[in-house]
C-alpha cells in the first residue's frame, strides 16, 4: 500500500480528502503545519478539530512547527494583496514545501495537501507549485472535483465540527465580511 502525507490545512477540508485518499487505497497520515493561521487562539482551536477528525479517521496527526515569523518574513510584504493572489502563493509554498521535505524524511512515498478542496483557492496553482517542489513525489489531486467541497462541509455539519469563517491570516480576518464564507 502506497503512502501519502497529506498536508491538512483544517480538519473541515481534511474530512471528504481523506475519505477519497483512503477510498483510492492509499495509507494516509495528516500533517498540520499552518504557521499562516492567526491568532494563536485560533491555530489552537483549528488544532483541535483537526486532531478530531484524525481520531475519527484513526490516523496519525503529524504537527508541524508554529513558525509565525517565518510566515510574517515571508508573506507580510504582500498585506494588500487580494485573497488568492501573491500572498498567499507563498503561502502555499511555504506549506507545501515543508510538507515535501516531512515526506522525505518520513520516507513517504507521496505528499499532497487540502489546499485544494476551497472553492476559495486556486487548484492550479497549488498543483503547480506541488508538482514544482516535488516533482513525482506530489500527488497531483485537486479535491474541490467530484463536489469535494459540498461533501466535507455536509461531513463537517453531520459531525459538528468547528468550521471558520475566515481562510487564516491576519489579513484574510481583517477582510472577513459579515456573510459566513463556510
Ligand atoms: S488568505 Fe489564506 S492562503 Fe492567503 S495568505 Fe492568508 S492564510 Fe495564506
Redesign the pocket.
Known amino acids: 500500500m502506497k503512502k501519502v502525507l497529506l498536508h491538512i490545512?483544517c480538519g473541515v477540508c481534511a474530512l471528504a480528502s481523506l475519505k477519497r485518499l483512503k477510498k483510492e487505497g492509499f495509507y494516509v497520515e495528516g500533517f498540520f503545519y499552518?504557521p499562516?493561521?492567526q491568532p494563536f487562539t485560533e491555530y489552537l482551536k483549528r488544532k483541535e478539530t483537526a486532531l478530531a477528525v484524525h481520531n475519527l479517521n484513526k490516523i496519525n496527526m503529524i504537527e508541524g512547527a508554529y513558525n509565525l515569523k517565518q510566515?510574517l518574513d515571508i508573506?507580510r510584504k504582500?498585506k494588500d494583496?487580494k485573497?488568492?493572489?501573491l500572498?498567499?502563493r507563498?503561502?502555499?509554498e511555504l506549506?507545501l514545501k515543508e510538507t515535501a521535505k516531512v515526506c522525505k524524511e518520513k520516507e513517504f512515498d507521496y505528499f499532497t495537501t487540502t489546499?485544494s478542496i476551497s472553492p476559495?483557492?486556486r487548484s492550479e496553482a497549488i498543483i503547480e507549485i506541488g508538482e514544482i517542489l516535488g516533482k513525482k513525489k506530489f500527488l497531483a489531486v485537486d479535491f474541490k472535483k467530484q463536489e469535494g467541497f459540498k461533501e466535507t462541509i455536509s461531513l463537517a455539519k453531520k459531525h459538528q465540527f468547528y468550521r471558520q469563517n475566515?481562510?487564516?491570516?491576519?489579513?484574510?480576518k481583517s477582510k472577513l465580511k459579515a456573510k459566513d464564507r463556510k
Open positions: 490545512c499552518n499562516n493561521i510566515w508573506c504582500y494583496e485573497e488568492g493572489g500572498r498567499c507563498r503561502c502555499y506549506r489546499l476559495y483557492k475566515y481562510c487564516g491570516c491576519i489579513y484574510s
